[in-house]
Every structure is written in structure tokens, then in C-alpha cells.
């Protein structure tokens, strides 16, 4: 059986790498470290659901159930327009993967719909002051980690501390090459 509203997300995502821009968090440049930046990100609405698998089926069937809540799959039928990126818990040992679509600004926490599902929350995310490493390809488990160890490396030796979890946020579709993605690995600091 097909889902159409993951092929319509997918299709979306896609537009993203150029031909239509989607909505990203908002934030404020503060400055530049070794291979990273630091920015101040605007507190954020997201749509987020908890998934027990390994890292590659976790964020799939997260994205699929996030995806079906802002395609309709909601108290009442509305369509919610996609943004970019789609973020993630970097994989850990717990194998337990939070993924999060946040929503669009035009949007409170009060008009958006229900889930029509127990397994999609809609919450305040406050990621604030955080370190940000941009990396290209694939975001597979072994590279996320990877990046996810030089950017901690990176800020602990300039004298931040980590505040928070380590996110990885991936912008594009999966039809775009590894040369043309963007994925960025995130994590709260003060």
C-alpha cells in the first residue's frame, strides 16, 4: 500500500534543495569556532515522537508519523505546511530516537490540532545558545557520531560545556545526492 502523504512529504523535502524554500528555525549568528558556529536559536514549537529502533528505522518511521500528523492526521484534518530540517537525537546507547518537525511560526501552540495519535507530541522546544557543525552526505549512524565527537571535542577545547543533547538536523530529501546535502549536528551550550 502506498502512503501518499509520505511521498508528499518527500516530494516537498525535495523542493527544499533549491526549486522552494521552506521554513528553518530562527536564529542569530553569534560567532564563529574551530569548523563550527554558534547561534541563539528563537524558542520553537515542535511535533515530536519517541521511536525504540535502530538509528535508520527509528528516524524513518518517526518521519512517517510526524509527516502524517501535519498532512491531516489530526483532530481537525488541517494540512500543515513541511519545514526544514527534520531533527533528531544523535544515536545513543539507549537506541531510543526522538525526531522532531518544528512548526510553522504562523502557528501557537494553541490553534495546532491533536495528534490523532499517542505517539506524536506537540511541545515548546527551546534549544537556545548551541553549537552547530555542517557536514555533507549521508547522515548514517557511524557519520553522525563521527561529527557528533569532533564538535564536542571542538567546543570543549574553546571552554563551552555541553547543556544539552546532541541533535543531528538533515534538510533534504532522500533523492538528493550525497555532494548536494546538507545535514548539521547541533547541541546546547553555555
Not at 124 to 130: H, I, P, R, S, V
Amino acid at each position: 500500500m502506498v502512503n501518499h502523504h509520505f511521498i508528499k512529504a518527500m516530494i516537498l523535502i525535495g523542493f527544499s534543495t533549491g526549486l522552494m524554500a521552506l521554513e528553518t528555525p530562527k536564529y542569530r549568528f553569534i560567532s564563529k569556532g574551530n569548523g563550527y558556529e554558534i547561534r541563539q536559536y528563537q524558542s520553537m514549537i515542535i511535533a515530536s515522537t519517541k521511536v525504540d529502533m535502530d538509528y535508520s528505522q527509528a528516524t524513518s518511521t518517526g518521519f512517517r508519523r510526524i509527516a502524517n500528523y501535519i498532512f491531516g492526521g489530526n483532530s481537525t484534518g488541517l494540512s500543515i505546511e513541511m519545514t526544514a530540517p527534520v531533527m533528531s537525537d544523535v544515536p545513543n546507547s539507549k537506541n531510543i530516537c526522538e525526531v522532531m518537525f518544528f512548526m510553522p511560526s504562523e502557528h501557537s501552540i494553541n490553534d495546532l490540532p491533536k495528534p490523532n495519535t499517542i505517539d506524536v507530541r506537540i511541545k515548546e522546544f527551546d534549544l537556545g545558545k548551541a553549537a552547530v557543525l555542517r557536514f555533507g552526505g549521508w547522515a548514517t549512524k557511524e557519520r553522525v557520531k563521527h561529527y557528533k565527537e569532533k564538535l564536542k571535542k571542538r567546543i570543549l577545547a574553546e571552554g563551552h560545556n555541553v547543556a544539552g543533547a546532541f541533535l543531528v538536523a538533515q534538510y533534504n530529501s532522500p533523492w538528493v545526492i550525497p555532494p548536494f546535502r546538507k545535514n548539521e549536528i547541533i547541541v546546547q551550550i553555555n
